[in-house]
């Protein structure tokens, strides 16, 4: 309940009882005040009525008596008046039990008055002739108290209403500068660092307000510089230090990317050929400047070629790849004799007869990243056996499968629910001896019982709007797991673009989620950066409707060049998994040990978990551990 409600709802009452309390006291007083003016009325009726008589009563059969009582009778509200003489004898009796009826039975039970009642003594000469006695009738007492209630009632309740209303307003003019912090507070949670203006005039809630303010102003700051720094680290993790060309992690996004785009490129996979007895033969100051010339090669090559883009990697030491996009099998080959010819010359330059070899492979739309390095390399080995700085191009083969059987093999699996969900990747909590979270991994087999491609599989799904059906298919069986064999931890599920832009997929997780609310919070629906970064908007939408389930999200392969710092501040996962280069090398490598702190302080402040994957050496390990690093998997 808000403050506003439970000030109101406590005032109110306050003022109700006040009220009500004032209302019974003159309730009372009227009461108390009606019942003595009765008493004196009829002690004042007697006394005069008794002197009035004391002429007549020698004769008490005097027909003036009587006269004198009706008159007296007649004029006042009387419930009786009685005459006896001096022996207790009944003279005249008067009597009158007129009720008035606007006055409610339910009243005069409810407030009982005394009656007045009071004799006098009526004397002729010293001696006592007869006794008359006055019984005030209540009824006009009841209607005098009746109308005066109902008078206090109403005045009394239109006080209180306009004391609530008066409250009401006071307290929306008081209460707003809380509900403006409030909503400030609110949105410095969700990473957005905004000010209150107009200072609130009540003193307390106006330190507090210029409090908040600062404070914004402070997180803000600090969240800028985290930001800055994590991209000043990220770009110098991006590129390779010596030779200034991108890393493995780009060029596995940039692959990507095609394969979603049909796109036509090939693939270059060059390597430097006994670098390490190279090392041994030039020195260190030497061999540096022999690698540098040869990414220069690359570069300059690529540069100068008219066709198509051409991005350059070094994945490793003596390892570089080339991304030729938009360009035929001649275009290829061409560029790879170039590259013969220069690495030829080079050799001349260093005295070396054989510098390195490239393997060129078409780029397969049904194939996935670790498949295209793996024909790849296949063409580089081939490469290698034909002679000295020469290259091998990988032809075009007839695929095992074409585009149509692809479409049925997928269509029909998904249909008859013909896969396997696997859970791998234990992903440890590093604050706690514990398991935090599992990734559902897809398994699927053709009709010979080979293990196909989930790359492929994903692909081909995702071509033919199938994979919307395929994450619900998932979605379910990592449910029913959970449940059947009462996992604890969370699940981590991928979701595709489509399926992430599908409302239909959004009221399907509603309707199951609802019905599964205890395990809602166990689910953790993850997607790339690099997919954010294409329609952040779209993704923030998904993240914000998943989060109103009570389930978690994931940005997985983390790194700055795919999603920016600030994207991530405005998208608020629960969770983002660091690309695994970021984690391998950490424990000797100062800049990546750099990022990773301020991606943790960054997670700390926007409340996010963060997460590593893929950690490979026991030291990196522990320097995660010890920067505080929520999860991390081997």
Known sequence: MSLSKQLLILISALFLMIFSVNFVLSVNNIRDYLEGESQIHAQDTATSLGLSLSPYMV?????????????IFDRGYYKEIQLVDVNGEELITLTNNKRFGSVPDWFVELMPMQVAAE???ISSGWNISGTVSVTVNPGYAYFKLYNQVKTSFYYSLIAFVASVILLLLVLQITLSSLKRIGAMAETISRGHFDNIDRLPWTTEVRK???????????????IRNLNKKLVRVGKKLQLDDLTGLSKKGRFEEDVEEM????????????KIDALTSLVKELGGETIDQFIKDFAGILKLKSTANAIGEIRVYRFVGSEFVLLMRGANETEAEALAKSFSVSFAE????????DIAHIGVTALDPLSSVEDTLLAANEAYEQAQLIGANRYYLRKHEERPRDMAEWKALVFDMVDSNDYKVS????????QTPSILMQEAFLEALDKNKELLSVGTFVSIAEKFEKIVELDKGVTSRVIEHIKESKVAHKMAINVSARTVKSSHFRAWLATVLKENQAIANQLVFSFSAYSVAKEPNTYKEFIDYVGSLNAKTMVKRFETYSLSPEEVKDLKPDYIRLARDMSNGLHHEAEKAEFVRTMVELGELLEMGILAENVREEKDYDALTTIGVLGASR
Do not use: C, H
Request: glycine content about 4%; aromatic content about 8%.
């Open 59 to 71: 004769d008490n059969k005097d027909p003036v008596i009587e006269t004198m009582m009706n008159a």
């Open 119 to 121: 004799k006098s003594e």
């Open 208 to 222: 507090v307000a210029s409090s908040m303010n600062i404070m914004s102003w402070k997180l803000e700051k600090v």
């Open 259 to 270: 394969l979603a785009s049909d796109e036509e490129a090939y693939v270059f996979m060059i």
């Open 346 to 353: 080079l050799g001349n330059k260093y005295q070396r007869n």
């Open 423 to 430: 859970y791998i990747g234990n992903t440890e909590n590093l």
